[in-house]
């Protein structure tokens, strides 16, 4: 096992905790504590995102992947946790120079990979606050952990190796083409601003024309519940058509663009407007299909 032997300087955190109810305040208090009282040093904690929607965990992967690159090395803390208290496992896993922690539910590995690959990994079983609860692992196992490595402590203290190979995957959304042209794509998230985000790179929209050209976008089955919960039909949805931009403004105010949003990744908007109300609305999981329009 490898040591860290100075520690890090740096705690980062993503979360679905969002602000209320002082579930990231007791992160933040508690690996202060701990901190000072093993090496009377200050650590500094970015709080990355505590916006992921409740139980996303896909949404919270993509999310510690895509601000990795604007994070110097430091322990990285990762909590979307709908298994929290069951029998999934708490990690710590060292990757590239720096070290993830969170729940074994694949949350942490599009960042680990992006880092340069599991190079070791942990059960978290030791260093907890004393009787912790089942359902505030960030408190009481993640958030201390956090501190010790940030410490210096080796990860193999913290509890058993584990392989890398054991820990649990995600299957990363990707666009599927279709026969006939055109491509399906997951709506991973929608915005603050109403903007809607396909897993899809930016590639798979130059695929579909250049700036201007038409594109129909037709909603087509979708996560499980989703017909049921919008009253819409089985099958493919009416369309909308949306030319291909590079920003808001090359549309009126009012009016759809789809373009790459800054994430890389394919996306429709509404000037000014809320493209998630589009298509009898759209939520995550929902598939939607883009096809150039017809001459």
């Known amino acids: ?28 208090a508690v690996v202060d504590e701990i901190v000072a009282e093993r090496s ?66 694949g949350l942490l590995m599009f960042a680990v990979d992006a880092a340069g690959g599991a190079a070791e990994a942990v059960t978290l079983e030791r260093y907890l606050l ?25 990860l193999d203290d913290l509890g058993a190796p584990i392989p890398p190979a054991s820990l649990t995957r995600l299957r990363r959304p990707a666009p599927r083409a279709l026969d006939g042209g055109g491509v399906e794509v997951q709506v991973v998230q929608l915005d603050g601003f109403g903007n809607v985000q396909f897993g899809a790179a930016g590639e798979a929209l130059h695929a579909l024309g250049q700036a201007g050209d038409l594109i129909v976008l037709q909603k087509a089955g979708g996560k499980a519940g989703a017909s049921e919960r919008d009253g819409e039909a089985e099958g493919v949805s009416e369309g909308v058509t949306a030319p291909i931009g590079t ?15 800054s994430d890389g990744c394919v996306a429709l908007s509404v000037n000014r407007g809320r493209a998630g109300q589009l298509l009898g609305r759209l939520h995550p999981g929902d598939t939607v299909i883009l096809r150039p329009q017809a001459d």
């Open 1 to 28: 096992m490898v040591a860290v032997a100075s520690g890090f300087d740096l705690i980062t955190f993503v979360t679905d905790y969002w602000l209320e109810g002082g579930f990231v305040g007791a992160l933040h």
């Open 40 to 105: 009377g040093k200050r650590v500094r904690i970015i709080d990355l995102d505590h916006s992921i929607p409740p139980q996303d965990v896909l949404l919270g992967a993509l999310r510690m992947e895509r601000l990795l690159p604007y994070t110097r090395r430091g322990v990285h803390v990762g909590i979307v946790d709908p298994g929290v208290g069951t029998a999934r496992r708490p990690v710590a896993v060292r990757a590239g120079g720096r070290v993830f922690i969170g729940p074994d539910n």
């Open 130 to 154: 004393p009787h912790p609860s089942a359902t505030f692992h960030g408190r009481d196992i993640f958030a201390p952990a956090a501190a010790h490595v940030a410490c210096g402590m080796r």
């Open 247 to 261: 920003a808001f403004g090359d549309v009126d105010p009012g009016e759809a663009v789809l373009l790459v949003d």
